[in-house]
């Protein structure tokens, strides 16, 4: 850590949770983007979603930097006194029946350095890689729908949209597909 993953757009659904966790002050203290809704052109249709409209300030949502957000949050994590280990990887998983019970690991910088840890629970959060499922449950499933595919970059000097809430998130609809544009 940190280290790059495309941003995030974060919705005002996901205040509860960072409340739940005790991170909901420093999330907003960091500095990321506020996002005041979200604008939509779909077919011939053009709206826009106000999250001030539901009942809070509109400042509960924010377009974040992944990598400073995933930063944060593991720190924070980490001041609660979860032990993090970083530079590694799962090499291989120990069950007990279908119950995953220990890890095997190894240092991505020092392949020599190699351990073993215990658990009674284990949290995948490998995000799309799925560790577990892909790699060592192997009940990796995909659904012929989600077979497809996206691009992303990032642009300099762009002008923000002129309509909708203020750093909003624009989708639009096209002929094949969808495209989204996160200031």
């Given at each position: 850590f940190p280290r790059y993953q495309i941003g995030e757009s974060i919705l005002p659904s996901c205040r509860p949770i960072l409340e739940l966790l005790g991170v909901w002050d420093k999330v907003q203290a960091h500095g990321f983007q506020p996002k005041g809704g979200a604008y939509f052109f779909w077919g011939p249709e053009e709206w826009e979603v106000k999250f001030d409209n539901l009942g809070d300030d509109g400042t509960n949502a924010w377009q974040v930097i992944r990598s400073e957000f995933d930063e944060l949050l593991l720190r924070h994590a980490e001041s609660l006194g979860v032990e993090v280990v970083e530079n590694i990887t799962v090499k291989e998983l120990e069950f007990d029946g279908e119950r995953p019970v220990a890890a095997q690991w190894a240092g991505?910088?020092?392949?020599?350095?190699?351990?073993?840890?215990?658990?009674?629970?284990?949290?995948?959060?490998?995000?799309?890689?799925?560790?577990?499922?892909?790699?060592?449950?192997?009940?990796?499933?995909?659904?012929?729908?989600?077979?497809?595919?996206?691009?992303?970059?990032?642009?300099?000097?762009?002008?923000?949209?002129?309509?909708?809430?203020?750093?909003?998130?624009?989708?639009?609809?096209?002929?094949d597909g969808w495209y989204w544009f996160i200031p």
């Amino acid at each position: 850590f940190p280290r790059y993953q495309i941003g995030e757009s974060i919705l005002p659904s996901c205040r509860p949770i960072l409340e739940l966790l005790g991170v909901w002050d420093k999330v907003q203290a960091h500095g990321f983007q506020p996002k005041g809704g979200a604008y939509f052109f779909w077919g011939p249709e053009e709206w826009e979603v106000k999250f001030d409209n539901l009942g809070d300030d509109g400042t509960n949502a924010w377009q974040v930097i992944r990598s400073e957000f995933d930063e944060l949050l593991l720190r924070h994590a980490e001041s609660l006194g979860v032990e993090v280990v970083e530079n590694i990887t799962v090499k291989e998983l120990e069950f007990d029946g279908e119950r995953p019970v220990a890890a095997q690991w190894a240092g991505t910088k020092d392949p020599a350095e190699a351990g073993r840890i215990t658990f009674d629970y284990v949290i995948d959060a490998s995000g799309r890689g799925g560790v577990m499922a892909a790699r060592h449950v192997k009940n990796r499933q995909y659904h012929e729908i989600f077979r497809n595919v996206a691009a992303w970059t990032y642009w300099k000097n762009v002008e923000p949209l002129d309509r909708g809430p203020e750093g909003a998130i624009a989708v639009c609809s096209a002929p094949d597909g969808w495209y989204w544009f996160i200031p």
